[in-house]
Structure formats: structure tokens, C-alpha cells
């Protein structure tokens, strides 16, 4: 066997798998999130990601406030959720003009049994903080068994 065309074949495979990678953003699951389905067809771009469970919410995978806390807050803002995207903004650094409309970009991944009042607060504290382009992470349902 000629070991050049089997060196050819993996480098092929590997470039092939790295470019399909990139293309591809995973949002991050909890096993205590369960996502609404959906039928859009719009995959969620690469941004801040916060994630509301059953029973906490996180901002890029750290826990910052627990839904207990949320549940009996009775302001419209949550001060914890924004410290949290506040530090995601200082992370963040603008190198042209273009990028900073990705600043404005957040995914909300929210367990489907989260009360109405929990999203909007927590909607409200990412506008609050400049996050002006909110999208809704779903699970995509398929056009055919609907």
C-alpha cells in the first residue's frame, strides 16, 4: 500500500473537518434546559450566551443568579445577570466598525417552562446593557410532521 495516498486521504478528511467545524455554532445545553421547538430556519450566530434553567441562569456557562432570587425579585432589571454581561463587554474588543454591531447580539437559551416574567426581565437587563439584538435559541421541529 502506498503510504502518500493514505497521508492524502487523512489530509483531506482533517481539512474537510475543520472547515465544516467552524461553520457550525453549538450552543451550549444544561440538563436542566429544555428548549421550546420551533420551525426557523435561521441558526443562531456566535455571541454572548445566556442560558436560563429551572433553577439558575447562566451567562457564558457561569452561574451568575439563582431562579429563586429572580422569582422574588420584584424589580423590572436583574443586577447580577447585567455584572455578568457587563464583563462579556470588557472581554470584548472593537477592531473596526463592523464589529460592533456583533456587540448589540445575544442568544437567550431558555428552558421552555420558564415563566414569561423571568425572560423578561432577563430581556430587559441584556437591552439595558446594549444588547439591543436579542435571539431566541429553539429547537428546530420538523415542516413535515406539523
Keep these: ?3 502518500v495516498s493514505l497521508m492524502d486521504i487523512f489530509t483531506i478528511l ?7 467545524q467552524s461553520s457550525v455554532q453549538e450552543i451550549p445545553k444544561d440538563d436542566n434546559l429544555k428548549l421550546p421547538e420551533s420551525l426557523a430556519q435561521t441558526p443562531p450566530e456566535e ?5 436560563i434553567a429551572r433553577d439558575r441562569i447562566l451567562v457564558q456557562n457561569k452561574a451568575v443568579i439563582e431562579m429563586d432570587k429572580v422569582l ?11 455584572n455578568a454581561l457587563q464583563k462579556e463587554l470588557g472581554k470584548v474588543v472593537v477592531k473596526d466598525l463592523g464589529a ?12 421552555r417552562s420558564v415563566p414569561f416574567s ?11 446593557m446594549g444588547y439591543t439584538r436579542i435571539s431566541l435559541a ?4 420538523s415542516a413535515v410532521g406539523s
Design 100 to 111: 460592533n454591531d456583533k456587540l448589540q447580539n445575544i442568544n437567550i437559551v431558555g428552558d
Design 118 to 128: 423571568v425572560l423578561q426581565k432577563v430581556m430587559k437587563s441584556c437591552t439595558d
Design 72 to 82: 422574588n425579585s420584584s424589580g423590572e432589571l436583574l443586577p447580577a445577570v447585567q
Design 14 to 20: 482533517v481539512f474537510f473537518l475543520l472547515v465544516s
Design 1 to 3: 500500500m502506498n503510504l
Design 47 to 51: 455571541t454572548v450566551t445566556v442560558m
Design 138 to 141: 429553539v429547537l428546530q421541529k
